[in-house]
């Protein structure tokens, strides 16, 4: 435990919502650095990320959970399962929909899951860049039927706007506790970890549907050579292949931007030049296999 002031403040907030509302944007927003992955595309996130932010009066700890929808196989039982499992262990839960669109069935069926939570329920209507200032009371009160809401924010994860607030309003209901980690560290997560992250972005941001979330990425190697270079070894599993063939691409282009594009932005976390050495294997509808699950690393 690190010396704490007297009367500070800490505790967990767990992040919630349908896929693509923008969970990813603002843990990132809040944190102030990339620990979370984002995409246009939906379940994106599959793990628990623990993220820190530290000031002076309090710290907070954010998981942003997989989105929480009716499961279709046992990888999104396990997801849902992962998500509300988070929200029981939480001080409050941000529940972030879309300004732009009216509550749909996937937000109702979060809010039933949360009417069984104590945790205090944050509605965050966010993008609301994307509406017109005088729409966002009405989208609020088409939400707000949903849960007794402690708290209503409107946001914009992406622009950073009423974050500010929305962090202070969170210390609010936070109890008096101790600093849990050191005030620069800002995930709890190894680089290994993030790094399998960004290769898995790069191939959801490139590959449009052909490539569905049946992708893993598990790196296996990561060696700091004499020279100051970090060689990094990864391999992306799918399940069939044509898959495969999609992710190598004509005469390994497409293989070789993932690459790239992974490259560099690893370097930019490690802060050192990368060696990045990718492979693609398949291993056929590793989805349903509970045990490959967990050699996965989806870890509870
Ligand atoms: P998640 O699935 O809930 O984690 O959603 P992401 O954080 O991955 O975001 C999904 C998409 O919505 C990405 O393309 C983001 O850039 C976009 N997005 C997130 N927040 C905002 C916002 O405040 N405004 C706008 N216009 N787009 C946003
Ligand atoms: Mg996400
Ligand atoms: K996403």
């Given at each position: 435990m690190l010396n704490t002031p007297e009367g500070y403040r800490s505790g967990f907030v767990a992040l919630v919502g349908?896929?693509?509302?923008?969970k990813s944007t603002l843990l990132n927003k809040l944190v102030g650095q990339k620990v979370a992955i984002m995409s246009d595309k939906p379940q994106t996130t599959r793990h628990k990320i623990h993220s820190v932010l530290t000031r002076n009066d309090a710290q907070m700890v954010f998981l942003d959970t997989p989105g929480i929808h009716k499961p279709r196989h046992k990888l999104g039982e396990y997801m849902v399962d992962v998500a509300l499992g988070a929200l029981k262990e939480v001080d409050v839960a941000l529940f972030l929909v879309e300004a732009s669109e009216a509550p749909g069935p996937g937000d109702q069926y979060i809010a039933e899951q949360l009417k069984g939570i104590k945790t205090p329920v944050f509605l965050m209507l966010n993008k609301v860049d994307l509406i017109q200032r005088e729409a966002v009371l009405e989208r609020i009160l088409q939400y707000k039927d949903l849960l007794p809401f402690a708290e209503v924010i409107p946001v914009s994860a992406l622009a950073g706007e009423n974050v500010e607030r929305l962090i202070d309003t969170i210390i609010k209901y936070l109890p008096e506790g101790p600093q849990y980690y050191p005030a620069d560290m800002v995930t709890d997560r190894p680089e290994r970890f993030i790094m399998a992250e960004i290769i898995r972005e790069k191939v959801l941001h490139l590959t449009?549907?052909?490539?569905?979330?049946s992708v893993a990425v598990v790196v296996e190697q990561i060696k700091e050579r004499n020279n100051g270079v970090v060689a990094v070894s990864a391999v992306i599993y799918t399940e069939r292949d044509s898959q495969k063939a999609i992710l190598i691409g004509k005469g390994g282009n497409m293989l070789k931007e993932v690459g790239r594009r992974s490259r560099e932005e690893i370097e930019n976390l490690l802060g050192s030049k990368v060696f990045l050495e990718l492979w693609v294997k398949v291993k056929k509808d590793w989805r349903n296999k509970m045990t490959d699950i967990r050699n996965f690393g989806f870890t509870k």
């Open positions: 349908r896929p693509n509302v923008g449009s549907e052909e490539i569905p979330h």
